[in-house]
């Protein structure tokens, strides 16, 4: 199986690449300079180039395209970045998925879990409605684009990835070790949550089920509060958690990133991945922080 990928450079792009190769198959990564080798495919979403004729060539295509979110405060430009990056490089895999004489079989397609606004209390499933905010027109704009390809399309509404090598977990894991940090805010906000290692098994597992489509939420089966994910980290790396970031820091500090991702609350539903007959490796917080720190 030839498997095209966008942002395969990334955290979950990296991991994949590594299945793939792994289960025999041939990842080709799509970069944004003149290919250096055989596996590469030059583009340039910003001024809509590619080759549409690697389209006949592949089997799936995987979006993983679009600017990174952890790069806070967001000021007005880099807020535009976080969209155009994202609609833009979309709306270009789609149109060269629909020229295609011969298309790829199956397109999955990046979304977050911005898309449901802040959920509070309220368990997450895919039918949940489009919440409001940056994030949730975002997800939902990226949504729409990616809906327009002509192929078995799935979307990926993805979580908090705990892995040794994400951002946002080295920059948790520094706060536990040096200032044992015990939340951000009240800590009872829900942070949907998945291992690295199984985002990308449920990848390979829905390019492979073919009745797989639509929305699908990558987040692990046991919910966890962020005040429930310090303390699982705090364990394994032998810190105590003692100290409560407040929100009115956290707002002075990380902008409206604070209120959009770090203090809002999604507590969502793995069931429909589940029902597909996928299986993690590690369902509870207590695995993945293992998986993370050790």
Known sequence: MK????????????ELTKQLLALGHEPLSLVRREKRAHNEISWNPATGELDASVMEEVDAVVNLAGA???????????????VDSRINSTRLLVDA???AKNPPKVFLSGSAEGFYGNGGETLLTEDSPMGTGLMAELSNDWE?????AKVRTVLLRTTLTMSKRAIALKLIKLMINVLFVKSLGNGKQWWAW?????????????????SAQGPYNFAAPEPATCEQI????????RRPNL?????????????????????????MSAEKLLASGFEFNHPTIAQAAKYTVG
């Open 194 to 210: 998945i291992t690295a290692e199984d985002h990308a098994r449920a990848m390979i597992h829905l390019i492979n089920t073919e």
């Open 68 to 82: 990174t979110t952890s790069k806070i405060p967001w000021s007005k430009k880099y807020a535009q970045t976080l």
């Open 243 to 267: 100290i409560r970031i407040p929100a009115w820091a956290m707002r002075l500090t990380a902008g409206d990133a604070a209120d959009q991702i770090l203090l809002t609350s999604h507590k």
């Open 144 to 148: 729409q684009e990616a809906k327009k």
């Open 97 to 99: 998925i629909n020229q």
């Open 230 to 237: 310090f303390a699982a980290l705090g364990k394994e790396l």
């Open 3 to 14: 498997v095209l990928i966008s942002g395969a450079s990334g955290l979950i792009g990296t």
